[in-house]
């Protein structure tokens, strides 16, 4: 029985109050974890901002995880511990209960790996998970510890400055905007990056495609025709993701 989980293991690699928006993409699946263990998380720099985000979807039948299990009903699964992240680095998560870090069957989510990392070398990650399922009324939570993803920390032998080693880095202003907005971000080197913006809801709204440079990067964004409230902004470079919240106030 404790073989169900074994696809979701990566389900669980999520910590608490993660902003992030889940890429619509996958909304359609019946389940999955994106990036898998053979895609694996982004490689880091030293001393280098890092974001990666993962994306998760629990089926609610666990036969479609395994034949054998037919019948069975997984409610949830919830994160015990996470060990072996590079130091510098944490785990957050958008719990979709009242209980910290839980995602609900059938329910499309996201979570970050965050932080700046101080120390080089190649990290196994290791994470410890229960999934809750369902049984003819009984619920039965199964403990288990999975591996199988890792996140490689080089040495910073650029001399370039951290991406978001300031504030003013990566942040949208004015926030709150009523009309226009700028993104300002910046990148340790030329590189392509996407601009998603999301309601609260997870519908997409703007997306945008640009040429970053080196440096300070700045991206104007019309707000004039969104209704007030609270937005989600997500900047994607290579395999890294940054998360921030606009507030719209006309």
């Given at each position: 029985m404790r073989t169900i989980v074994t696809p979701l293991a990566v389900v669980a690699f999520l910590g608490?109050?993660?902003q992030c928006v889940p890429n619509a993409l996958y909304a359609d699946s019946v389940y999955g974890v994106w990036p898998d263990t053979t895609e694996n998380f982004a490689n880091g720099v030293l001393n280098v901002f890092y974001s990666d985000t993962l994306d998760i979807l629990v089926p609610a039948d666990a036969g479609l995880v395994d034949p054998a299990f037919d019948g069975f009903t997984i409610d949830s699964v919830a994160l015990d511990d996470v060990t072996n992240l590079p130091p510098g680095l944490s785990v957050g998560c958008n719990s979709q209960t009242s209980a910290p870090c839980t995602f609900l069957s059938s329910q499309l989510g996201c979570g970050l790996i965050e932080g700046v990392p101080t120390q080089a070398g190649t990290?196994?990650?290791?994470?410890?998970?229960?999934?809750?399922?369902?049984?003819?009324?009984?619920?039965?939570?199964?403990?288990?510890?999975?591996?199988?993803?890792?996140?490689?920390?080089?040495?910073?032998?650029?001399?370039?400055?951290?991406?978001?080693?300031?504030?003013?880095?990566?942040?949208?202003?004015?926030?709150?905007?009523?009309?226009?907005?700028?993104?300002?971000?910046?990148?340790?080197?030329?590189?392509?990056a996407r601009v998603r913006l999301y309601n609260m809801v997870g519908e997409e709204m703007r997306s945008t495609i640009i040429d970053g440079r080196a440096g300070l990067n700045t991206l104007p964004i019309d707000v004039s025709a969104l209704e007030s409230g609270v937005y989600l902004y997500k900047l994607q470079v290579g395999g890294s993701t940054s998360t921030g919240r606009l507030v719209v106030n006309h």
């Amino acid at each position: 029985m404790r073989t169900i989980v074994t696809p979701l293991a990566v389900v669980a690699f999520l910590g608490a109050s993660a902003q992030c928006v889940p890429n619509a993409l996958y909304a359609d699946s019946v389940y999955g974890v994106w990036p898998d263990t053979t895609e694996n998380f982004a490689n880091g720099v030293l001393n280098v901002f890092y974001s990666d985000t993962l994306d998760i979807l629990v089926p609610a039948d666990a036969g479609l995880v395994d034949p054998a299990f037919d019948g069975f009903t997984i409610d949830s699964v919830a994160l015990d511990d996470v060990t072996n992240l590079p130091p510098g680095l944490s785990v957050g998560c958008n719990s979709q209960t009242s209980a910290p870090c839980t995602f609900l069957s059938s329910q499309l989510g996201c979570g970050l790996i965050e932080g700046v990392p101080t120390q080089a070398g190649t990290y196994s990650i290791e994470l410890s998970v229960t999934a809750f399922t369902n049984l003819a009324g009984f619920v039965i939570p199964v403990p288990q510890t999975f591996s199988g993803y890792e996140i490689t920390i080089a040495e910073n032998n650029t001399s370039v400055p951290s991406v978001r080693s300031e504030p003013t880095a990566f942040r949208m202003v004015p926030n709150p905007a009523s009309q226009r907005a700028t993104l300002e971000f910046s990148l340790p080197r030329a590189a392509q990056a996407r601009v998603r913006l999301y309601n609260m809801v997870g519908e997409e709204m703007r997306s945008t495609i640009i040429d970053g440079r080196a440096g300070l990067n700045t991206l104007p964004i019309d707000v004039s025709a969104l209704e007030s409230g609270v937005y989600l902004y997500k900047l994607q470079v290579g395999g890294s993701t940054s998360t921030g919240r606009l507030v719209v106030n006309h």
